[in-house]
């Protein structure tokens, strides 16, 4: 196994952008901390179903994700690393990330993090420049997100920041402001992701009713590409579609996501993985607790057909570095769908999108942007199995 992710469903405000599952009310916190160790109790033979010689049943990431994480208070984090702890084997020195927001995370906070067994921050800045955080309706300003890594850096070594690009109105030189402002903290690494418009979301209203313009793809990509200039220019390796990474500071966590590693998911809307199925926990926070202190876990499993693995292997292997093994493709799935890959990478081949490299399938530098639209093209539909 590699990991554990813990989502938190709380957060202090909505972000108008954000479709992921929580709550802006925290009368159910303290409950929800004892049913998420609960889960973990209840799912503790999980890993005991491999064999017990092997090293891959030990722990070697705990994620805390969400939601907003850094609601929660130390004594409650701590609670539930000891919990995992107290259930799986975890390795000598696992990452241990936690999803902080710049206004949960003052001077006091960060050192009393620091002296916990958290070893890894992931920041949620998104921008530097006020007028974009109040059209996010994030929770923290400007002056927020600039303190809080000045601090943060002098106690951790392994900090990640999410920055967002092609935000309605961001120059490309506004965005090279950020990008830069980023750098001088000496942060070795960065997740940036394109603003979305999701369905449901205060984002999706204020577009429909002109409050706010539409974000623009060629914007976006112009972004893409002065971020990934500028970035590996000051040596950071381009290592996943959205993330950049100094050598060794690779986010541990994400990358067994991205190479097929089993995961257990915690907490209500949470996914799992196990080689061969994926499940999911409901993502309704009363009928998450109501289940748990039943006993009963609440998710649902789906059992990943071999057009399932394979669509599931094109999509991640396309968005890293690792890309997609010609080899490993025509091993673990046969040659009818080696043949299918090819015939449906042609077009991109010629144009210059993607490349073969050592028999591994890589997106180019001007395919990168594209990689999952690319990655849909090649995805197997209808083979029976």
Not at 74 to 91: G, T
Not at 206 to 212: C, M
Not at 244 to 258: D, H, P, R, V
Request: proline residues 3%.
């Amino acid at each position: 196994m590699s990991g554990i992710y813990i989502h938190i469903p709380f957060c202090k405000q909505a972000c108008n952008y954000c479709d992921f599952h929580f709550s802006t009310s925290m009368k159910k916190k303290d409950e929800m901390v004892l049913a998420i160790a609960k889960e973990i109790r209840l799912r503790k033979n999980e890993s005991e179903l491999l064999d017990s010689a092997r090293t891959d049943i030990k722990v070697e990431t705990i994620y805390f994700g969400g939601g907003t994480p850094s609601v929660l208070t130390l004594e409650e984090i701590n609670f539930l690393i000891e919990v995992v702890y107290d259930n799986f084997q975890v390795i000598e020195n696992p990452e241990i990330t936690l999803e902080a927001n710049p206004d949960d995370l003052t001077d006091e906070r960060i050192i009393d993090f620091s002296k916990s067994k958290i070893n890894r921050l992931s920041i949620g800045i998104q921008s530097f420049f006020e007028e974009d955080l109040k059209m996010m309706n994030r929770a923290h300003n400007s002056v927020e997100a600039k303190k809080c890594l000045e601090i943060a850096t002098q106690y951790f070594d392994n900090i990640s920041l999410d920055l967002i690009y092609g935000v309605p109105g961001m120059s490309n030189e506004k965005w090279k402001q950020n990008i830069e402002t980023a750098l001088s903290f000496g942060i070795p690494h960065i997740s940036s992701y394109a603003l979305t418009v999701e369905p449901k979301t205060a984002l999706k209203k204020l577009i429909e009713t002109g409050k706010v313009a539409e974000p623009n793809d060629e914007v976006a990509q112009e972004h893409f590409m002065i971020l990934v200039e500028t970035l590996e220019k000051n040596n950071f390796i381009h290592y996943e579609l959205s993330n950049f990474g100094k050598e060794n500071y690779f986010s541990k966590n994400n990358s067994s996501y991205w190479l097929g590693k089993k995961y257990i998911g915690i907490g209500p809307s949470a996914h799992s993985y196990d080689g061969k199925s994926r499940s999911w926990n409901i993502a309704n926070n009363t009928l998450y607790l109501k289940s748990i202190q039943a006993d009963k876990l609440p998710r649902e499993t789906e059992i990943l057909s071999s057009a399932d693995r394979y669509n599931e292997y094109v999509m991640t292997g396309l968005r890293t570095i690792w890309g997609v093994s010609l080899s490993r493709i025509e091993s673990e799935f046969g040659k009818t769908y080696l043949d299918y890959l090819k015939k449906q990478a042609h077009k991109f081949l010629n144009d210059d999108l993607l490349f073969i490299e050592n028999n591994i399938l890589k997106p180019t530098r001007k395919g990168k942007f594209l990689t999952d639209g690319i990655a849909s093209d090649l995805f197997l539909l209808n083979l029976e199995e």
